[in-house]
């Protein structure tokens, strides 16, 4: 052991900024030809991750997706429909409001669920956060993922439809309408997906799915007609408020035109205000996260 | 102190000139804090340099790691890298930067190659480069058998070097390591040290950050001390622990020629350059138990205990306060231990004292150098509370 005296402290070292500072000239920024390009670039790459990460588990993002409506569809379409307590064409009014749900759900599980593990968890974002694109770029390759993958979600409800049901309705001339109506509320579901997975702390995320996942499902007329609920004012007017329902209206719209429905354009007006909204919010509740 | 500050900012001024990081006056206060995390921080370091960023936990380095690395947006002041602005063109710096950071970010939906191939891609590697790339790196980091493993299977040594291969892959100009080796094994630790040197013979710039004294005074050619957010010192290892002085010492056990006074023989040592005062103290000396200090060139063997003694026990600066009287001081075999106290290294005044004591017909049987580490200028400067 040392003896004390050798080892106190002789003159003492001051903090002073001034003296700690080397001094020296600022450099001036570099001029760089990369920005525009280094951020396609980037972008491509993190959004081929992320298809990449699908497309290696593409089997078990079938099932997920597919599942839930299969049994939906099943229950309240074929069974309910056998034992007579729905009509036997409710099943060609369910199957647009479970495609747009499914596209919706997908679409905001896509986003919300891996962001809440990437930010706290596991971290595995910080990777991209740190390429070389601006970092709201970063939430948007999130939403477009999540909107490319509810596509595919929404057009495999077709077949497990028509597999469930016997057909599936169809018509060519739906598909412009069908298009817009599925990728405008696939991204609203992205960006609810986004507000929510920024915004809500680890710890709360199964309750807060639970108190918004639930509401969701069965306010966004995916099950009824929004029309006819004129006999539910105060419902009806609840239904108003879910982004959902202008998508489950609009794909009915596009799908089955003979049922009453919303008038396209107002689905689509409501649909890109909250796509407008949600993208804002998720952006920003992703920019509090990602950059302290 | 205050002057030797001066001149390493002086000699390094060409350099600084061209900083590869150059931090200036930087703030830092999170929401809802009281405190700035980092304080009015100011420091540059030089292309090709390996700087330590060295603080008790809380003292602001990872914040200011946050800064330069693009992830946290700093209140005031001025930060750079690579020449860039961070501040104003985050983008364009994570070019130039990479960053290992504390806690394993790696991508688990990614094999450990994939990592490194997705890393190259998002800054623009081209497909084949970045594979042979990253097949030379996974070689280089003793990755390649388990290139094609699940991240979770990973030891965090394992996991530890392919964040570092990862970072490496779109070859930056200014490395960050975060506290990179606390909770690594020995081995990794020397892996890693290794590794940074290599990156810096190869002009990477290096800023690391870390309480590991061991680590800052091996591979740092400088380090700031920071505290609260503050710079307290910036320097050279060897500077700072040479900003102690009077707190190296030689001791010697001599066996005094045949009518020498022991006294006497003091009396010369003390003249000697470099000899502070001197002592004579206990031969078998509390203070030195074999292989407790650093032998000639050791700069960071002291051992914490030692420390507290110094400064608690001493705070006055009084030779031998509490130390043994001058009757015990010769043994039974009439050797005597003298402790001489040195403004230079102990390596320098060894030699003459040596000759001194040999002049004088003395026998010397024992020699042990002491002298400061840098976690001594640690402590000094930032007090032994705990954080």
Redesign the interface.
Known sequence: ?????????????????A????????????A?A??A???R??FR??L??DV??TG?EFWVFLIQVGLQPLFMLFVFAKVLGELNYVTADYGQLLLPGIVALTAFLTALQAVAFPLVMEFSF???I??????????PLVAVEKLVVATMRAIVAAAVIFPVGALVLGSAPWRAAALPLLIVVLLLGSWVGAGIGLTMGTLVPPARISVMFALVFTPLIFTGATQYPWPSLDELPWFQFITALNPLTYCSEGVRAALVPEVPHIPPWICIVALIIAATIFTTTGIKGFLRR??? | ??AR??E???S??D?????AV?V??LVKR?PKQQVNAVD?????VAPSEVFGLLGPNGAGKTTTV?VL?????ATSG?A?V????VL?????A??RL??V?Q????????TPRQ?LV??A????VPATERRARAAELLDQFGLADRADDKVDWYSGGMAQRLMIA?ALMHEPEVLFLDEPTTGLDPQSRLFLWDRVRAMRERGVTIVLTTHDMDEAATLADRV?IVDHG?????DTPDALTR?????S?LEVAVMPGPGDDVDAMLDELVKLDGVQRGER?ASE?????PG??AGPGGSSA??P???S???????D???????PTATGLIDAAGEARL?L?LDVEPAVVLGAAVAVLSARGATVSDVHL?Q?SLE??FI??TGRGLR
């Not at chain 1, 052991?1 to 900024?17: K, N, Y």
């Not at chain 1, 003296?19 to 570099?30: F, Q, R, T, Y």
């Not at chain 2, 891609?121 to 623009?124: E, F, N």
């Not at chain 2, 000396?285 to 138990?289: D, K, Q, V």
């Open positions: 052991m040392l003896r004390s005296d050798q080892w106190r402290a002789r003159g003492t070292v001051t903090p002073s900024r003296e700690a500072w080397n001094g020296g000239a600022k450099v001036s920024a570099l760089t990369l920005p390009a280094a951020t670039r980037a790459a993190i081929w991750r990449f990460v290696k596991t971290r595995e910080e990777d991209r956060l740190l390429a070389p694109l601006p970092t990602a950059i302290s | 102190m205050r500050a001066a390493a900012g002086a390094l001024e350099a600084v000139a061209e900083a150059e200036r006056d999170y009015g921080l100011s420091f540059a946050g690395t693009t992830r946290v947006r001025e750079n690579a020449g860039i602005d104003h063109d985050p983008v364009a994570r070019v990479a960053v950071p806690q394993v970010n790696l991508d688990r939906a990614l990592n997705f890393h891609a998002y800054h623009g990862r700031g503050r710079l307290l010192a910036l900003g102690l002085t009077g707190q010492v103290v000396s509390a203070g030195f138990p407790g200090l002291g051992p205990a030692a420390m003694g110094g400064r608690a026990a001493a705070p600066g009084q030779p031998g306060a509490g130390g402790r106290y002491g400061p001594d200028v000094n400067l």
